[in-house]
């Protein structure tokens, strides 16, 4: 049997909507359940869910006060009686079969968690919805999945995302195993605000499988369309602004450093990732890469001077001076995040100097740019280190960068730039506000 969790503040109509496509559902009535979460509405949801207590198994529960959606969702699962969850929203029309695509029968070798599609309607397809399931063919493109893509002999489709899965699972129609959502804790319910509580979730399911995106999977015939409702964007992004830091300061790790990153472009960042990773550890196991206490002494900090260093064995920097380093030679941890330094946790001006080892050479020009502005925030002064011997071939993945007579010329505009040491081995670039 399959539990279908549904959180719900106000949206009667919607709800209304999407109760009725669960009531058409080809599964029978006595393969799923339908748990509705009232958040403290102020229109009467119990009343619509009663309209429908006749055709579906449904339970009705409700917080006195306005509490999220993830204290929603937890709510609802905790009133939940089956072994697989189906997690949706109010204003997720399914489509006739959605809930028999998510139903796990024995032998099921599919991933823990399905993804499945969601159709952002224009009011045409809305209408015409109303009436009888759209054609596939008759979608205009807007109307698609973002997950989607299109398809060549031979692709295998979901593979675009093939190592940052976890960016891309929206709790508006997803499932997963019931003792897998215990084992991870269900919803951070700090999360009160609009957004990213399942980005956080989905990241905890990743993690948990030692970053196996093996375990997810999209379905893109298990199709629910988003019914139309008042958005107000402007208030929400705010609210949500908040959330990004935190999430950085709860894991400090480089997959939710990029993905907080201001631009805002997942899909970039997610075809990012994976060449960032191995051109981390081609640095990593490079013989001429320079190693931290040889830039030490060639950076030559105050004794004095409180630093953050990032790169790989740079843990060696602590024995002077006040330092705090992030060494990707060892393993992550509480005590030693991986972050390249695009966003940092620190608050501002919590260092001297902002010393980097290489692995900036890698980054694209907007994550440079980010690396170079956050380095400013939290340091007076930041560095950047190249090792001369350490190449790569663009054709191998991401080039690294080598001219530093162009890259002074695109910040000398902002900050005061200059190569402040150069020998044989390396070549360090010191960057200050003017």
Known sequence: MLSVIMPTYNQARCLELTLG???????????????????????????????????LRLRYVRHDTNRGRSAARNFG?????????????????????????????????????????????????????????????????????????????????????????WMFGFTHNLSLPRDLYLRIGGFDESFVQWGYEDTDFTYRIYR????????FRYDPDAVCYHTPHFRD???????????????????????????????????????????YEDCREFIRD???????????????????????????????????????????ALPFG??????????????DGSFDYAVHIDLWRMLTPIDLSALIIDSLRVAGVAVLVLSKGLRRDPADGIGMIDDLEYLLSIVEPRYDARISYEDDEMAVVRLGRR
């Open 208 to 215: 948990h499988f030692g970053r196996d995106n093996s375990r």
């Open 21 to 55: 496509s669960l009531a058409r559902q080809t599964a029978g009535r006595d393969q799923f359940e339908v748990v509705v979460v009232d958040d403290a509405s102020t229109q009467d949801i119990r009343a619509v869910v009663d309209r429908f207590e006749p055709e």
């Open 233 to 275: 964007w402007y208030t929400e992004w705010e609210n949500t602004k908040p959330v990004l830091p935190y999430l950085v300061r709860k894991y400090r790790h480089y997959d939710i450093e990029f993905f907080t990153h201001p631009s805002g472009d997942h899909r970039r960042v997610a075809r990012t990732l994976p060449f």
């Open 334 to 347: 509480p005590d030693n995040p991986h972050l390249f330094g695009v966003r940092t946790p620190y608050p």
């Open 77 to 165: 699962v905790a009133q939940s009686r089956a072994d697989w969850l189906l997690l949706m929203d109010a204003d997720s029309y399914a489509a006739p079969d959605l809930v028999e695509r998510h139903l796990r029968r024995p032998g099921d070798t599919r991933p823990a968690v399905v993804y499945g599609r969601r159709v952002e309607p224009s009011w045409g397809t809305f209408s015409a919805l109303l009436e009888a399931m759209p054609d596939e063919a008759d979608l205009l493109p807007m109307e698609g999945d973002h997950r989607d893509r299109p398809l060549r002999d031979g692709d295998a489709g979901f593979d675009v995302y093939r190592r940052t899965a």
């Open 286 to 328: 490079h013989p001429a890469r320079v190693a931290g206490d040889a830039v030490r002494k060639a950076v030559a900090l105050p004794d004095s001077a409180s630093s953050l260093w990032i790169g790989f064995d740079v843990d060696s920097v602590m024995s002077t001076g006040r330092a705090t380093s992030i060494d990707h």
